[in-house]
C-alpha cells in the first residue's frame, strides 16, 4: 500500500512540474527500503524558517546549477516561481546577475555559490546571513542548498541524468551562466 501511494505520488509530481522521476521510481521499484528512506529528506528540501523565500531559492536554484545542466534546475525553477518569488530574480540568480539581485536574493546566491565553490571567503557570506537572519537563517541556507544539490546527485550516480535542455522562466528562455569569468 505504501509503494502503491508513493508511484501515485511521484505520477503527480511529474505530471505538475514536467519533470521525469524515473530515477526515483526506479529506486522505489528496486529498493523500496532506500527510497522510503529518501522521502522524508524531499519534505527536508522544502525547510525554511527565517529566511525570504527569494534567498531560499536564490540558494536552491545555485545548488541545482552546480549540479545539473537542465531538468532539475527547471523543477527548481519552477518551485521557486510557484512559491513566489518573483520572475526577475530567478533570472538574476541564472544569469548570476547580482547587480539585478534585491539583498535577500543576492545574499542567498552569494552564500551558496561560495560553498558550492569552495570559496575562500564564504565566511564572509555566512557571517552576512547570521547577522540579517540568525543561525537559524544559516540553517536554512545550508539545509536548502545541500539537499537541493542532492537529487540531481543521485540522478547522476544512478545513471538518469542523460537529458539537458535550456532553463526557461515563465515560459521565457533564458541564458544560464553556470560560474563566473
Partial sequence: MRSFLARRML???SK???YDTSYL??????SPAAFFKLAPL????AHRE???VEAKFAASITGALGEDCG???QLTVDMALEAGMARDQVEAVLRRDISAMTEATALGFQFADAVVHHAMDDD???DAVRAR????GVIDLAMTLQLGRMFPMLKLALGYARECRRVTVAGHQVDVVKQAA
Avoid: E, Q
Fill in 50 to 52: 527565517v529566511i525570504p
Fill in 71 to 73: 531538468p532539475c534546475t
Fill in 25 to 30: 521510481n526506479m529506486l522505489l521499484k528496486v
Fill in 133 to 136: 537572519w540568525g543561525d537559524k
Fill in 11 to 13: 505520477r503527480s509530481f
Fill in 42 to 45: 524531499m519534505k527536508a528540501a
Fill in 16 to 18: 505538475r512540474y514536467g
Fill in 124 to 126: 564572509k557570506y555566512r
